[in-house]
Nanobody
Framework: QVRLVESGGGLVQPGGSLRLSCAAS????????MGWYRQAPGKQRELVAT???????NYADSVKGRFTVSRDNAKNTAYLQMNLLKPEDTAVYYC?????????????WGQGTQVTVSS
């Protein structure tokens, strides 16, 4: 079975940095797009950033200039470098990937990792 596992979340002070990782494993033929979403308490889940297989990226306006999404195709892994973190960045961050396996193409989600920005 294909699965995504996020790591790297934690507690940081405002202005600090974290790097999240999302590792995909299983019967993977290719990964078209990988993305990061977040959901704060009482809020809807929102797009943070995406990266296509060729390297093109897309960011939410709220994180432009502070966050950088990247991927290592050989490792089937995506990263989210978060700098200049703000309290409003506090949320559970979820990895998403559009994955082609042997017979199916599906959208997969990770379990989420908590990011808390607080002094």
């Amino acid at each position: 079975q294909v699965r995504l596992v996020e790591s790297g979340g934690g507690l940081v002070q405002p202005g600090g940095s974290l790097r999240l990782s999302c590792a995909a494993s299983g019967s993977i033929v290719s990964i078209y797009v990988m993305g990061w979403y977040r959901q704060a308490p009482g809020k809807q889940r929102e797009l943070v950033a995406t990266i296509a297989s060729g390297g093109s990226t897309n960011y939410a306006d709220s994180v432009k200039g502070r966050f950088t999404v990247s991927r290592d195709n050989a490792k089937n892994t995506a990263y989210l470098q978060m700098n200049l973190l703000k309290p409003e960045d506090t949320a559970v961050y979820y990895c998403n990937a559009d994955i082609q396996s042997v017979f199916y193409r599906n959208d997969y989600w990770g379990q989420g990792t908590q990011v808390t920005v607080s002094s």
